[in-house]
């Protein structure tokens, strides 16, 4: 089997994790015999010294011809595989790769191709009013030039309007499982509250998160028995608002293993917050890092979380509603009847990425 990844407009975009990994995946697999990711020049590095893949130089769009630059782009694709003889294109979705898609399709047609494509939603559509409309019709005119969907359970159902070709699920996961053992608090030692993530984008609406510590800093004064801590990259406000909050320590952004070496030190409860207007569909990576590290969770009751703790089978999720007082109530409360690390995850070697790769991406493939 041969496997060429589309990543254009996509690799080293927030969130865009499963472009980064599936082909690093797909290298080591016994039955791919070769892999190559067509993405611009400037991506060239990682993808030969990074995921050790075949490299496909794209077109960079120019101001005024990003159209022209797409239908080349797909052209090219197009004459590749079929001269290569790959079995699947593998195209991470972003909306300026829709014309894309058409050109290559059209190119297989003429060249007669034999590759499937697979067009592989990894967000839910955020998008608002008539862009949202424009978005879904746009994708629906794409899923005629498209062999299968695939995405995480939500992802494709909010980008199009009615599915028309077979849809796929290609779950989230973890990339690697962290180092060590989990560490039981000494007594005497507060409970953690931890929040992973950006406060940076506006549709986060991560005001919130700051209103939620302002209400358990209302109700419990500076606390002994837990202490809030936030690994994630914020605005100069956002930053100055944590810190100048006692119950808070302020890690800004986190390599992977020094997050998980904090984790590990410091354990107690995960919060997995999602807000209703924007993310109302979407799961969470964090779920899986807090299930490994056996923490409690608190959850947005929104129907994206709850449909992942049901895949996940995540028993004792906490859910709370959209409301600051809520969410603190909801907080004290797990830290304060915190009975020490959950039981290890049974099923934490099926959401590693590559179990995840080789259960659902090769099946797909094949």
């Not at 995480?152 to 779950?171: G, L, M, R, S």
């Not at 929040?195 to 939620?212: A, D, H, M």
């Not at 419990?220 to 202490?227: A, K, Q």
């Not at 904090?262 to 109302?280: D, K, T, Y």
């Amino acid at each position: 089997m041969k496997v060429l990844y589309v990543t254009a407009n996509v690799l080293g975009d927030a969130g865009a994790n499963a472009a980064e990994i599936f082909p690093r995946l797909a290298i080591l697999t016994p039955g791919i015999k070769k892999v190559m990711v067509a993405d611009y020049g400037k991506n060239r590095g990682y993808i030969q010294d990074k995921q050790f893949c075949d490299f496909l130089r794209l077109r960079k769009p120019r101001w005024g011809r990003r159209l022209y630059a797409a239908f080349r782009n797909g052209l090219r694709i197009a004459k590749i595989s079929t001269d290569d003889a790959f079995n699947v294109i593998h195209v991470f979705y972003r909306q300026e790769n829709v014309p894309l898609v058409v050109s290559l399709r059209i190119g297989l047609f003429l060249l007669r191709g034999k590759s499937t494509i697979i067009v592989d939603h990894r967000s839910v559509n955020l998008a608002r009013g008539y862009r949202a409309f424009f978005k879904k019709l746009v994708n629906l005119v794409m899923q005629l030039f498209t062999h299968r969907l695939a995405g995480n359970p939500w992802a494709v159902e909010t980008n199009h309007f009615c599915i028309f070709k077979p849809k796929h699920i290609i779950d989230l996961g973890y990339d690697n499982l962290p180092e060590g053992d989990a560490v039981e608090l000494d007594q005497g030692q507060p409970v953690s509250i931890w929040f992973i993530g950006s406060l940076k984008p506006k549709n986060r609406k991560s005001e919130f998160l700051l209103e939620v510590f302002d209400h358990i800093n209302a109700k419990t004064g500076t606390s002994e028995r837990f202490h809030i801590r936030v690994a994630g990259p914020a605005k100069f406000a956002q930053r100055q608002a944590l810190r100048v909050n006692k119950n808070v320590t302020y890690y800004g952004r986190l390599p992977r293993a020094r997050l998980y070496e904090l984790l590990r030190a410091h354990p107690g409860v995960g919060m997995a917050f999602m807000n209703r207007e924007f993310h109302s569909y979407a799961p969470s990576l964090k779920f899986c890092e807090y299930a490994i590290m056996r923490y409690s969770i608190v959850a947005s009751d929104t129907l994206g979380l709850r449909t992942q703790a049901v895949r996940m089978n995540l028993d004792g999720v906490i859910f709370a509603e959209e409301d600051a007082e809520d969410w603190a109530d909801a907080l004290i409360s797990a830290a304060l009847g915190w009975q020490g690390l959950a039981p290890p995850w049974e099923d934490a070697a099926l959401w590693s990425y590559e179990n995840i790769f080789q259960r659902q991406v090769v099946g797909l493939y094949e």
